[in-house]
C-alpha cells in the first residue's frame, strides 16, 4: 500500500480536491483557527500527507512557531518538502510516534484515521507527546445517516473521483489508490468509538463537530 502513496504523491492535490470539491483549503484553515492553533505554536500533523494541513498551519503558526509533518510515505514527504508546506519531516506512523514526551502544542491528523490498526495506541501516542494543555484536532470523513446522501457521496467517491483521477492524471496506481480510499470510508470506526477511545486515553473536553453530515472534527485536550 506505501508504494501506491509514494507513486501518487506528485497528484495527490488535484485529487484530494475533486474529492472535497474544492473547499478542502479554506475549509482547512478554517477549522485550524477555530481549534485554537496561534501565533508561536508548535505543530505536529500526523499522516500529513503532501502537507494540505500543513500549508495553512504554517501560516497560522507564522516564523516564531514550527509544522513538523510526519507520514510512512516518503513520496508524500517529498512533496510536502518541495512545496514548503513543513519546517520539518520524519517518516513514521501514528502508532509509533518518533518524539520526546510533552513536545507540541497542537497535533492534527486529516482524514487518515482510518488507516490506523489501533486506536488506543494512536492515541495514546497523541496524549505522550502533547504539552500539558495542548489540543488534538482529528478531522475525518463519516457516512452520511441518509441512504440517498450515502448512494450519492458513495458513487461519487467510488465511481467518479477514481474514473476522473485515471482520466486527468494517466496514473494507475492513483486510480488504485482513490479505490481503497473509498474502501476504508465504508468500513470506518464509528463516531462514538473515537470519542470514548479519546476519552479512555485520558484526555479531557473531548468533542465533536460534524458539518455537512460528512466532515467530523475531534477534539481534545491533554
Known amino acids: 500500500m506505501g508504494d501506491l502513496f509514494d507513486a501518487s504523491a506528485k ?3 488535484r485529487i484530494s480536491a475533486m474529492m472535497s470539491f474544492g ?9 485550524l483557527r477555530e481549534a485554537g492553533l496561534a501565533p508561536g505554536m508548535r505543530m505536529l500533523d500526523v499522516a500529513c500527507g503532501t502537507g494540505m494541513i500543513a500549508s495553512p498551519a504554517r501560516d497560522i503558526v507564522g516564523p516564531s512557531g514550527q509544522v513538523i509533518g510526519l507520514d510512512p510515505s ?4 517529498g512533496e510536502a518538502l518541495h512545496r514548503g508546506r513543513v519546517d520539518i519531516a520524519a517518516q513514521g506512523l501514528a502508532e509509533h510516534l518518533p ?6 502544542d497542537f497535533l492534527t491528523m486529516g482524514f487518515a484515521l482510518r488507516h490506523v490498526a489501533d486506536l488506543r495506541t494512536t492515541f495514546d ?3 505522550r507527546v502533547l504539552k500539558p494543555g495542548g489540543k488534538a484536532l482529528v478531522l475525518e470523513i463519516t457516512r452520511p445517516d441518509s441512504p ?4 450519492l457521496f458513495k458513487f461519487h467517491l467510488k465511481t467518479v473521483v477514481p474514473w476522473v483521477t485515471r482520466l486527468t492524471t494517466f496514473s494507475r496506481p492513483a486510480q488504485s489508490l482513490m479505490d481503497y480510499h473509498w474502501d476504508t470510508v465504508a468500513y470506518c470506526v464509528p463516531a462514538a468509538t473515537i470519542l470514548e477511545t479519546l476519552k479512555q486515553t ?3 473536553a473531548v468533542d465533536r463537530r460534524v458539518q455537512v453530515g460528512i466532515f467530523n472534527e475531534y477534539s481534545a485536550v491533554k
Open 23 to 31: 473547499t478542502d483549503k479554506s475549509y482547512r484553515r478554517r477549522v
Open 202 to 204: 485520558g484526555f479531557a
Open 148 to 151: 440517498l446522501s450515502y448512494h
Open 99 to 104: 518524539f520526546p514526551d510533552d513536545t507540541f
Open 74 to 77: 516518503a513520496g508524500m514527504l
Open 125 to 127: 501516542e497523541y496524549r
Open 11 to 13: 497528484h495527490y492535490d
